[in-house]
């Protein structure tokens, strides 16, 4: 049981390719809907929560995770 999770920032692969060929996405907005923006061709799609998830593959990179591993690299006193 995986749950997906993702966040701001994020590049998320879709299942579906965008019509410009890419299937990268990056999250630039997050709420009930979420607004994602192609990587490809930079055109912006506002999709319900439910869909988005339903047709992403991955998070490609968290804009997050890789936040927590400059901090881990740092390791604060
Ligand atoms: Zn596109």
Redesign the pocket.
């Known amino acids: 049981m995986e749950r997906k999770s993702f966040g701001l920032g994020d590049i998320v692969l879709m299942k579906k390719n965008?019509?410009?060929?890419?299937n990268e996405m990056e999250i630039i907005r997050m709420g009930m809907d979420i607004r994602i923006k192609?990587?490809?061709?930079?055109?912006s799609v506002l999709v319900p929560r439910a869909k988005f998830e339903k047709n992403m593959r991955k998070v490609i990179h968290s804009a997050a995770s890789a936040g927590e591993e400059a901090a881990d690299t740092q390791n604060q006193s």
């Open positions: 965008h019509p410009c060929g890419s192609c990587v490809g061709c930079k055109h």
